[in-house]
């Protein structure tokens, strides 16, 4: 499969992502059910934050088996009902690649992508993208 996922073994609740050359939309709906009732997913307690790694630095282009929002929707039914959807409470994610491919993609699931975004949520590589959500986590504690 070229969609894979696990924990990070960094930064404590953070959900790494991988997304590799080939992946196909079929293929994120397996992994969609496959992390939805991922046993380490399932083990964190309710409303403890969780964040999330996408990492699209092996993609060149979208999957061609299907429409992406059609196959979108499809999934945003199963994440919007489901208490291990990642991120949440309070969780960010951050993306791994190129910028202008990454916004592309953002638009096919309705993101609005803007610089701020791109600045804030788009890395080049995993430390810096653990290093965001470091940042993020800290900002949050302060304003409590």
């Not at 990070?8 to 969609?32: C, N, P, R």
């Not at 960010?92 to 600045?119: H, M």
């Amino acid at each position: 499969m070229n969609i894979e996922f696990q924990f990070d073994d960094q930064l404590e609740h953070v959900f790494i992502a991988t997304f590799k050359a080939g992946w196909t939309w079929e293929q994120y709906h397996i992994a969609t059910d496959m992390y939805l009732n991922y046993p380490p997913n399932v083990a964190i307690p309710h409303g403890v934050r969780v964040d999330q790694i996408v990492d699209l630095r092996e993609m060149t282009h979208m999957p061609q088996d299907g429409v992406g929002k059609i196959h979108i929707a499809k999934e945003a039914e199963k994440t919007e009902n489901s208490p291990y959807d990642i991120p949440r409470h309070g969780g960010i994610t951050i993306y791994l690649g190129n910028p202008v491919f990454i916004s592309a993609l953002l638009k096919t699931f309705d993101v609005a992508v803007n610089i701020r975004l791109l600045k804030g949520r788009v890395m080049p590589n995993l430390m810096l993208g653990r290093e965001a959500i470091r940042q993020h986590r800290l900002m949050g504690m302060n304003m409590e």
